[in-house]
C-alpha cells in the first residue's frame, strides 16, 4: 500500500486505515486533509449538507464533493444520502468518530503553544442548565470577563439531555450542570453542593426551623416540567409525585415562575440554594430545610474526554468556585441526590 497524505501525519490516519481495511489493497492513493474531516464530522453534526456547508463556511457543492472525494479514496461509503436526515453507515460511524479524535489531537498543538506563553484566548461554548444560570452566572462572569479578556464566552443555556447530545457531537466543549455520571466519555470536575430547600408564601403554618418531608402536603408542590434534572431529583427526594392529585397542573421552565406562584399564597416548592441566597430578607424568612436530612446535588464542569483544552477548563473551575460561599464546597455537610 502507498500511502500519500497531505496535511496528515500518519499516526494519525492509521487508525482510520485500520477501521476500513478488509484485506490486502494495493496501491491505494489516500489523500486525506484535515478539511475533509472537519467536513465529515459536520455532516455528522448537522445531518444536513446544507448545514453544514454554512457552519464550514464553503458552498455545499464544495463539502459534497470534497466528502465524494474522500469516501472514493478510503473506498468506502461514509454517509447513507437516501436517508432524511443524511446518516453515516456503519463503518462512517466509526471513521467519524476517529476523525473526531483526529481533529482533537491537532487542536492539542495549539493548546500546546498557549501554554508555553500563559495565554489563555480562544472561543469556549458553555452549556449550562436553567436552574443555575440565573443564579450562578451573574456572580461568575465579572471576574472571568475581566481576569480572561481574551476569551470569548458562548454560553447557552440548555437542558441535560441537550447538553449530553451537544457535547457528543462536539457543539459544547465544557457543560455546568448536575451531571450524568453513566457516560463513560465524558470527564466530570465537582464543583459546588447545593441544598434542596422549602419555599413557602408568607404566613405559611410552619413555624419551625426545619420541616419534616413527611409533614409537606405533596400535593402542593409545584415542580418544574419534566426535561429538568431538579425535577427528576426532587422526585427521587419526595416519592412519586404522579400518585398526587394537584388541582392544577401547570408545567414551568423557570424556578422564578414557581416563586412567584408561591408568593401569591398558593402552594410551595423546592429551590438549589444559589436561588434563595439572594432573596431579600421579606423572602429569606419564608425559606426552610428539611428536617433531619440534608439533600444536596453536585454541580460538575463536564467535559468531553476528547476536549484539550485543560488550562481553560481548570481556569474556568478556579474562577466558579471561587465566587461561590465556601459552605457550599463542602460535600461532608449532606446527602447526594443523583440525576440519574
Not at 31 to 44: F, N, S
Not at 121 to 142: A, D, E, F, K, V
Amino acid at each position: 500500500m502507498f500511502l500519500s497524505v497531505n496535511r496528515f501525519c500518519l499516526c494519525e490516519i492509521l487508525p482510520i486505515l485500520q477501521l476500513i481495511s478488509d484485506g490486502p489493497r494495493f496501491f491505494v492513493l489516500i489523500r486525506m486533509t484535515i478539511i475533509q474531516l472537519e467536513y465529515i464530522v459536520a455532516l455528522d453534526t448537522y445531518r444536513n449538507f446544507a448545514r453544514a456547508a454554512e457552519k464550514c463556511f464553503v458552498t455545499q457543492p464544495t463539502l459534497s464533493m470534497q466528502i465524494k472525494k474522500l469516501e472514493d479514496e478510503l473506498q468506502v461509503t461514509l454517509f447513507d444520502r437516501n436517508k432524511k436526515p443524511v446518516a453515516p453507515t456503519e463503518v462512517g460511524k466509526k471513521v467519524i468518530e476517529q476523525a473526531r479524535l483526529s481533529l482533537q489531537s491537532f487542536q492539542k498543538i495549539t493548546e500546546l503553544v498557549r501554554l508555553d506563553t500563559n495565554d489563555l484566548s480562544g472561543m469556549l461554548r458553555i452549556g449550562i442548565i436553567p436552574t443555575l444560570s440565573p443564579y450562578l452566572l451573574p456572580r461568575l462572569l465579572p471576574s472571568l470577563a475581566e481576569k480572561y479578556p481574551k476569551v470569548n464566552l458562548e454560553i447557552e443555556e440548555l437542558l441535560s439531555e441537550q447538553i449530553i447530545e451537544k457535547l457528543h457531537k462536539d457543539l459544547l466543549d465544557v457543560a455546568v450542570w448536575v451531571a450524568n455520571k453513566s457516560d463513560q466519555h465524558f470527564v466530570h470536575l465537582p464543583l459546588f453542593y447545593e441544598q434542596f430547600l422549602i419555599y413557602f408564601p408568607d404566613g405559611h403554618p410552619f413555624r419551625e426551623e426545619t420541616v419534616a418531608l413527611s409533614e409537606l402536603d405533596i400535593s402542593q408542590m409545584w415542580l418544574l416540567q419534566e426535561g429538568h434534572c431538579f425535577r427528576d431529583q426532587v422526585e427521587k427526594l419526595c416519592g412519586n409525585l404522579r400518585e398526587h392529585n394537584h388541582h392544577v397542573q401547570f408545567l414551568s421552565g423557570s424556578l422564578e415562575t414557581l416563586k412567584k406562584i408561591v408568593d401569591q399564597h398558593f402552594g410551595y416548592t423546592l429551590l438549589p440554594e444559589l436561588a434563595v441566597l439572594d432573596l431579600p430578607p421579606a423572602q429569606q424568612k419564608n425559606v426552610r430545610p428539611f428536617k433531619n436530612i440534608n439533600p444536596l446535588r453536585e454541580v460538575c464542569l463536564t467535559y468531553h474526554q476528547r476536549f484539550s483544552r485543560e488550562t481553560l477548563i481548570r481556569a474556568v473551575k478556579s474562577e466558579i468556585r471561587s465566587c461561590i460561599p465556601a459552605e457550599l464546597l463542602d460535600e461532608a455537610r449532606g446527602d447526594i441526590i443523583p440525576w440519574k
